[in-house]
């Protein structure tokens, strides 16, 4: 990890690990999309209507592990002085929230017909729309200084705290639901997912996986690229 | 005296003799729930069911105001730097602040809540558990308004940021607020929420003073 601080010898191992994270993605995803929509049966209460999971619960899942991603590099960035970490962190922040808006969505499009209302306040809805302010606050604040170091190292402190208010928020939020309204409890699936739905399921989320490393890789590569351009026409312009 | 209540007492003399810190938080938290009856009208079964939520939303609203000058004078006059090679180490200073902070917003708030329950028509049975919670609630309030207020130091559009970083922190505590002023109505009684409150305020006091001194550690750099 600590070899990979220096971005040139990052550049030339992301550069090769990258085209086969997007082979792995258009695999992965295109698999599972088919899966999803032909191969998968319908369920036997909720219909077709059912396949929206496949999207939607892949987001959600990447929503909680970006958050990690986040913070494990925002941790690496505080403690080594990591460059890259640093990027690493600033650049996962808009995919995280990208995959939470995604999930809030597809659940509404699904809850519209399942429950009758595009919003329930549902426990485990309000944390992942609490998830989503968290990112927002967090890219709003690493873009808020006019020197980008001090905003990198704001936003690691930010991250960390986060990481430990995040298990306190989803209990409270746990805790203040079954408090309000014990009836409302939905549950999805009633029975353990039968394993004709769960192989779809795994492989698009595999896929969502990759996507994600590869966005992650390309972002980042352009993050140095930028810096880097920066570097060159100030020198330019100093020489000039 | 020891620094640490030497700092606290510089805080305070300076919050009473630039005046109106207070004054100005407990005004804006009156004047915010005076305008809940006209919004959702008054009648009193209506109020009586929201008056605690009311209440302690604005009650949050009202400390997030007051955050951005924890740090922001003292950062901005230099004494912050001047503050960070006392020997007092920075994380104690962190605790010293909040608590002056919170003797100038979190007290007020706390003494005027029962008054404004009565404009609500809250449940007699409410009022005791309502001054407790918010006596444990609003130093949490102040803690994780500061390191909200130690990241922000010196960034654009400081205060509005301050209020995204910060609300979604704010939740846990506004949820057990509540919940301990609707138990104890309800005949639950509200001693197992105040002790959440009180333990989330104990893991606040250990964590907050670390991450907001590496905050203004890293502001100051």
Known sequence: MLRLANPNRFMQWSGKLLPWCAIATVILLGVGTYMALFVAPPDYQQGESVRIMYIHVPSAMMSTFVYAVMAVSSAVALIWRHPVADIAARESAPLGAGFTLLCLVTGSLWGKPMWGAWWVWDARLTSELVLFFLYLGYIALVNAFDEPTRGARAGAILALVGVINLPIIKFSVDWWNTLHQPESIFRLGGPTIAPSMLWPLLIMVLGFAAFFVTLLLLRMRSALMAAKLRAIRLQQIEAA | ?221
Request: proline share 6%; aromatic share 6%.
């Open chain 2, 1 to 221: 005296m020891s620094p640490f209540l030497r700092l606290v007492g510089r805080d305070l003399r300076l919050a009473l003799r630039q005046g109106g810190d207070a004054a100005m938080v407990v005004g804006f938290f009156v004047l915010t729930v005076v305008l809940f009856p006209f919004g959702v009208g008054p009648e009193p079964e209506l109020l009586q069911r929201i008056a605690a939520g009311i209440v302690w939303v604005t009650a949050l609203l009202a400390a997030l105001l007051s955050l951005e000058r924890l740090f922001q004078s003292d950062y901005e006059d230099g004494s912050l730097e001047v503050m960070a090679l006392l020997p007092l180490p920075l994380e104690a200073q962190v605790l010293a602040k909040c608590l002056a902070h919170w003797l100038v917003t979190g007290l007020p708030l706390t003494l005027t809540a029962p008054l404004l329950g009565l404009l609500l028509h809250l449940d007699t049975a409410g009022y005791p558990a309502l001054i407790a919670s918010m006596a444990i609630g609003t130093p949490i309030l102040s803690l994780l308004g500061a390191v909200g207020a130690a990241l922000t130091l010196g960034a654009r559009k400081g205060g509005v940021l301050l209020s995204l970083l910060v609300l979604p922190l704010y939740i846990p505590v506004l949820i057990f607020g509540v919940a301990a002023i609707e138990a104890e109505i309800g005949g639950f009684g509200a001693r197992p929420h105040l002790l959440l409150l009180a333990a989330f305020l104990v893991l606040a006091v250990g964590m907050v003073p670390f991450a907001a001194a590496a905050a203004l550690r890293q502001a100051l750099e």
